[in-house]
């Protein structure tokens, strides 16, 4: 399955919404995480389930979707947002990942 | 809380194996796949494969049977066998544990990974 995350960067302000999209090339239900990975880091888990917020993680993301299209959605941008999003999917096999989002600052 | 520590050798010869090894320290070994993933600035991340604690494995068939996950319960370890690597194997190699989402039947359920390790960064140079 393959995920198509668009678009590959998005610059936005502090403060502002900002809007990501994952699309799959089949049915993934809504078995679809996202991840948040900085410079230098591993990954961290913000959304699983397509919806469902992993523990401690803020309020201001939030997720939705099922079948193909996906969002991630940030509502208000605070500096630690910035970093690199990816889309992956646990649904087909074999598990994949979509190819990124970069968040810049505006 | 659980943490992943990784180990394992950095550099490579083409047609070596590769090795690594990730401890699991916190949280049960059981009940849950633990995973291999790697990130290259070519492919991007790429889901490796996965293992539970009775040895059941998952691979991705892309890496055409060369990788091979084995467990330890005994130690709550898990590790990452490459065989034949090459220059295309070079990547951050990621372990993972990957826990229950979706229930699709009595005993099955969908995995998705909730922690990660902090990476191995392997080269593959001659």
Redesign the interface.
Known sequence: TVLTQSPATLPVSPGERATLSCRASQSV???L?W?QQKAG?????LI??ASTR?TGIPARFSGSGSGTEFTLTISSLQSEDFAVY?C?Q??N????????TKLEIK | QVQLQQWGAGLLKPSETLSLTCAVYGGSFSGNFWTWIRQSPGK????IGEINHSGGT?????LRSRAIISVDTSKNQFSLRLISVTAADTAVY?CAR?VK??RLGRDFY??????????TTVAVSS
Do not use: M
């Open positions: 239900s809504t078995n995480a991840y880091q591993a990954p961290r888990l699983y389930g992993a990816y992956q646990y649904n096999w074999p598990k994949t990942f979509g190819q990124g | 991007g991340l790429e889901w998952n691979y991705n068939p892309s990621y990957s989402g979706e969908l995995y998705y990974i909730d922690v990660w390790g902090r990476g």
